[in-house]
């Protein structure tokens, strides 16, 4: 609850979700579900953040899914910083910005976590850190996650949620959907488990990535998955596409996603999982 | 490289060009290339889409895979291929004949000219993003040389879907970025005329790329297509011999290494 401890203006009474919604943290009493529409007073959310009506996950930053979902973790790479390779405009200004707002380096944290006492490599990243899009850092710290738990025979789990590739950084973000993919492959032929969980939004270049190469694909309730974004399908086909068509539940039902899990079950539904992957150690008589 | 460094052209001149309905198209290459082209079609999962044309031929009397996108010439193709951009069905028809290719421990060739992977409705529910990702990790490992040559459009992730192996040629009047000149403006500045100046910041050109290690180099254009082929051809040739050498886990090292350094 540490977001609305910062809370300051009680004179607000209805937060609309805006266009604008990706850049900043959602703060104020009530808050408005971008999926069902109604308004809720914000202790109803509860301390996932989650709609009473529609169970959709409202977007949180890393660090606040990470206080949840793990009982322990020890961070890696957050002195890592990006090149800013094309020179680009204000690059840093948002950059910082999106530093100060997340307390993240990049648009993933990454490190060992232990949930419910199995260790695990996890990656969150953080939908508030330019729209959690993929950039040289994120694709760097994401590739030295798997290759961490390639070294130490650890499964990977990953909640996604991005707008894809980070325009800022050109042709080099698209490299990074090829160098996560291989540390992906090299990770999987060593045998070990990695678990993708789909959280709002998951588009773009990370769809077409590591989100879709795990062994076992989990979705938040209602969250956004999907290659293209609306307006764009809409202008090249002239079609009005429907609103739930990039909803989890669509994408489960057309075969991409395994299993739709409301955050409040997330940790037992992860921690089952590994319990069920864990290697035994065979006895040969 | 005489005709890259006697007139510069801006970026915003590259990509008309790599649009130009002068563009060869991929039928010519597929002739002028190739020796005894064999079309093969289909997914092996329900769909084939004419986006991508794949294909068993040979070369300097080699037996390769080939697999091309596929703009369309006539008006009707053109809207079967949607100009050029591949449905899931179409990544999936490349991802099933690289792995045949791999069997039979030939060489893939794949020759890219797309703006992108196809945004429609049928293609998210058939798992655009799953497909394209398939490729890119199935591919990161086929023990096979991988050889991409981005004739025209090289339009983000599904461009690369095709270009994610040993060695990435373009030609002279081809582009490669992370989207499309016009989209980049209307997302970043809001403004999608601002697309000449995009085209610059996104170094979307072969020089830029070769400079930032994306390709291994560029080919140049002539108005005379079958010169044009046979310079792609000389490419494609000695591309194999070197990757041919190598040993399947050092061709294998070289390709992971090659995406790693980004
Ligand atoms: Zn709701």
């Known amino acids: 609850m540490q977001l609305f401890d910062e809370l300051k203006t009680l004179g607000q009474k209805h937060i609309k979700a805006d266009k604008k919604a990706s850049q900043k943290v959602p703060s104020g009493l009530w808050q408005a579900c971008p999926k069902c529409h109604q308004s809720f007073y914000y202790k109803d959310l509860g301390q996932y953040k989650t709609c009473p009506n529609c169970h959709y996950g409202f977007r949180i930053t890393a660090r606040e899914r990470l206080g949840w979902l793990t009982d322990h973790f020890e961070e890696m790479d957050s002195d890592l910083a990006t090149t800013d390779p094309l020179n680009f405009p204000n690059y840093g200004k948002k950059l910082e910005k999106a530093r100060h707002l997340t307390k993240l380096n990049d648009s993933v944290l990454t490190g060992k976590a232990l949930i419910n006492e199995q260790p695990v490599m996890l990656g969150i990243m953080d939908p508030y850190f330019i729209m959690g899009s993929l950039g040289t850092i994120t694709g760097e710290k994401l590739t030295r996650l798997f290759e961490k738990a390639l070294k130490e025979k650890l499964p990977v789990i990953l909640c996604t949620a991005s707008g894809g590739?980070?325009?800022?950084?050109?042709?080099?973000?698209?490299?990074q959907m090829a160098k996560v993919s291989a540390a992906v492959k090299r990770h999987a032929d060593a045998g070990l488990?990695?678990?993708?969980?789909?959280?709002?939004?998951?588009?773009g270049g990370v769809t077409a990535s590591f989100a879709m190469q795990a062994d076992i694909t989990l979705a938040e309730p209602r969250a956004l998955i999907g290659f293209a974004g609306k307006r764009v399908i809409e202008q090249t086909t002239f079609q009005r596409i429907p609103d739930d068509l990039q909803d989890a539940e669509s994408v489960q039902h057309h075969g991409f996603v395994d299993q739709i899990v409301p955050r409040e079950d997330l940790k037992e539904k992860l921690a089952w999982l590994l319990k069920f992957h864990q290697?035994?150690?065979v006895t040969h008589g | 490289m005489a005709s890259l460094l006697d007139r510069k052209k801006t970026a915003a001149q590259v990509v008309a060009l790599a649009r130009s309905d002068e563009k060869i198209a991929a039928s010519a290459?597929?002739?002028?290339?190739?020796?005894?082209?064999?079309?093969?079609?289909?997914?092996?999962?329900?769909?084939?889409?004419?986006a991508i044309i794949g294909g068993l031929a040979y070369l300097a009397e080699q037996p390769v895979t080939v697999i091309a996108t596929n703009k369309g010439q006539t008006?009707?193709?053109?809207?079967?291929?949607?100009?050029?951009?591949?449905?899931?069905?179409g990544y999936r028809k490349a991802l099933r004949l690289a792995k045949q290719a791999a069997k039979f421990n030939r060489p893939v060739i794949c020759l890219v000219n797309t703006a992108g992977a196809y945004p429609g409705k049928s293609a998210e529910e058939n798992g655009q993003g799953e497909a394209i990702a398939r490729n890119l990790l199935e591919l990161?490992?086929?023990?096979?040389?991988?050889?991409?040559?981005?004739?025209?459009?090289?339009?983000?992730?599904?461009?690369?879907?095709?270009?994610?192996?040993?060695?990435?040629?373009?030609?002279?009047n081809s582009t490669y970025s992370v989207l499309s000149p016009e989209g980049f403006?209307?997302?970043?500045?809001?403004?999608?005329?601002?697309?000449?100046?995009?085209?610059?910041?996104?170094?979307?050109?072969?020089?830029?790329?070769?400079?930032?290690?994306?390709?291994?180099?560029?080919?140049?254009?002539?108005?005379s297509q079958r010169r044009l082929c046979r310079a792609i051809r000389k490419v494609i040739i000695a591309e194999m011999e070197q990757l041919q050498r190598l040993k399947p886990a050092e061709l294998l090292e070289q390709r992971h290494l090659r995406f790693r350094k980004f």
């Open chain 1, 165 to 175: 590739a980070r325009m800022q950084e050109g042709i080099f973000s698209l490299m």
């Open chain 1, 193 to 203: 488990l990695y678990i993708a969980v789909l959280t709002d939004p998951t588009t």
């Open chain 1, 279 to 281: 290697v035994k150690e």
């Open chain 2, 29 to 50: 290459l597929l002739k002028g290339i190739f020796t005894d082209f064999t079309e093969l079609h289909g997914d092996q999962e329900g769909a084939d889409d004419s």
């Open chain 2, 75 to 89: 008006t009707e193709e053109k809207m079967q291929t949607h100009f050029g951009c591949p449905e899931p069905a």
């Open chain 2, 140 to 172: 990161s490992t086929l023990p096979t040389p991988i050889i991409s040559i981005i004739y025209g459009e090289g339009g983000s992730g599904g461009a690369l879907a095709l270009a994610c192996g040993d060695r990435i040629w373009m030609l002279e």
């Open chain 2, 185 to 223: 403006a209307a997302i970043l500045w809001k403004d999608s005329s601002r697309a000449a100046e995009a085209a610059e910041v996104l170094q979307l050109t072969p020089e830029k790329l070769l400079q930032q290690k994306v390709i291994e180099g560029i080919i140049p254009e002539s108005h």
